[in-house]
Structures are given as C-alpha cells and as structure tokens.
C-alpha cells in the first residue's frame, strides 16, 4: 500500500536556527514527490517536485532533497514568516491521477 | 485572476440533507480533484477527474459523488451527509494529469450536525 509519513508532526525553531523536516514514503513506482507549504485558512501552495533519487531543489531559505526512501525538507535560517504546516504527498506511476499525502510538520518559527 | 473558486466557504447542515459544494477554475485545466483534510489524517482525495466526462475514486470515495460536465466545473454531491463528513473539503486543478503543480481552492469547511 502506498503510503507518506511525515516528521515530526510540529517543529518548533527560533528564528535563524536551521533544521529539517522529514518525508518517508512507501509507493510502487515513484512518478513524483511533491513538497506545499500551507498557511491557516488556506489552501496548500506549491513549493517543489522531485523525480529521482539525488535530486536536489532550491527557493529562498528551502531546499528539498530525495533518496529512495525519504525526502528531506531543510530550511536554513528560517524567519517567523516561515512559520506554515508543510505538506509531502507523492504520485505513484502506475496511477498518476491519485496523489496520496502525508499528515504534514506544523513549523513555528519565533522571533 | 487565474484561481480555483470554491463555494460556499463555510456550510453547516444536518444529517441526511442532501449538498452541493460547487468548484470552479478558470485556467482551462485538465485535471481536477477534491481533497478532504482532517486533523491527524491530513489530506486525503476523494475524487478526481482527468478530463470532461472522465472521474475516478481516489482513497476515500464512499458518500460522496462528482461530475465533471464541463471542464471548467467540478461540482462535490453529499446525497446524504452524516457526521463523520464533516471536514474542511479542497478542490485542485492542474493544467494536465502529469503536471506536478496543483493550484487549490480556499477550502469549505464542512459541519454534518
């Protein structure tokens, strides 16, 4: 069964102190794995896709990597308006209209 | 604006009353799909569509039905809601079923009393 876990489920950081969030799937066959990052009341936006094992992608203070395995999220010096649940969800090749997701990290970054 | 349009925002009904959540986006997208998000369970697809004409069962299908008649359109149907469907509720699109950027909707939350 395919399957998106999440860790941890809230990571609290002060501002400037860097971390990473932690994304391990399990799928039969991985078209794609997908990182959104969702504030309060809205709905998920888009941040990166990753296709292949060593992949690595960059937008401001994010970088998303991929292993067979898992999917790593790092955030380098955050800044509290970094502060949003941030969403994993992967696409299995087999079936690519189905999108399964992970329970998300809940970050609060404090000044 | 392109944008995906969800209503009504907020709704709050009784068991069995039978709803419609309307999802609307105006980007010309192939692909469309409903999402229901639950604390602890995150987001899990319901439907989802291809294109005109063509919808499959995501993971979570039961009690709840879609259409897809136009393709700007995506229409969520509680013939009969119970509490256990109470949510906050998501559409997306996408431009083709491949494509890796969903764009959503601001979501509908969702009370079944």
Not at chain 1, 1 to 10: G, K, L, N, Y
Not at chain 1, 63 to 70: D, G, P, S
Not at chain 2, 9 to 32: A, D, F, P, W
Not at chain 2, 68 to 71: I, P, S, Y
């Given at each position: 069964?395919?399957?998106?876990?999440?860790?941890?489920?809230?990571l609290?950081?002060?501002?400037g102190?860097s971390?990473?969030l932690?994304?391990?799937?399990?799928v039969?066959?991985l078209?794609?794995?997908?990182w959104?990052r969702q504030?309060?009341?809205?709905?998920?936006?888009?941040?990166?896709?990753?296709?292949?094992?060593g992949e690595?992608?960059?937008?401001?203070?994010l970088?998303?990597?991929?292993?067979?395995?898992?999917s790593?999220?790092?955030?380098?010096?955050?800044?509290?308006e970094?502060?949003?649940?941030?969403?994993?969800?992967?696409?299995?090749?087999?079936?690519?209209?189905?999108?399964?997701?992970?329970?998300?990290?809940t970050?609060?970054?404090?000044? | 604006?392109?944008?995906?349009?969800?209503?009504?925002?907020?709704?709050?009904?009784?068991?069995?009353?039978?709803?419609?959540?309307?999802?609307?986006?105006?980007?010309?997208?192939?692909?469309?799909?409903w999402y229901?998000?639950?604390?602890?369970?995150?987001?899990?697809?319901?439907?989802?569509s291809?294109?005109?004409?063509?919808?499959?069962k995501?993971?979570?299908?039961?009690g709840?039905?879609?259409s897809?008649?136009?393709?700007r359109?995506?229409?969520?149907?509680l013939?009969?809601?119970?509490p256990?469907?109470?949510?906050?509720?998501?559409?997306?699109?996408s431009?083709?079923?491949?494509d890796e950027?969903?764009?959503?909707?601001?979501?509908?939350?969702?009370?079944?009393?």
């Open positions: 069964e395919d399957q998106v876990t999440q860790s941890p489920e809230a609290r950081l002060q501002e102190e971390s990473s932690n994304c391990s799937y399990t039969s066959g078209r794609g794995l997908f959104y504030d309060p009341g809205k709905g998920p936006e888009f941040l990166f896709t990753l296709y292949s094992a690595e992608k960059e937008k401001e203070r970088k998303a990597t991929l292993t067979k395995k898992e790593f999220l790092h955030i380098t010096a955050p800044k509290p970094d502060s949003a649940t941030y969403l994993c969800a992967v696409q299995a090749s087999s079936n690519t209209g189905k999108l399964i997701f992970g329970q998300g990290t970050l609060q970054v404090k000044p | 604006e392109a944008q995906v349009t969800q209503n009504p925002r907020y709704l709050i009904t009784v068991t069995g009353k039978k709803l419609t959540v309307t999802c609307s986006q105006n980007m010309n997208h192939e692909y469309m799909s229901r998000q639950d604390p602890g369970l995150g987001l899990r697809q319901i439907y989802y291809m294109n005109v004409e063509v919808t499959d995501g993971d979570v299908p039961e709840y039905k879609v897809r008649k136009e393709k359109n995506f229409p969520l149907i013939e009969s809601p119970s256990n469907q109470t949510s906050l509720y998501f559409c997306a699109s431009p083709r079923v491949r950027k969903l764009f959503f909707g601001s979501g509908t939350q969702l009370s079944v009393l």
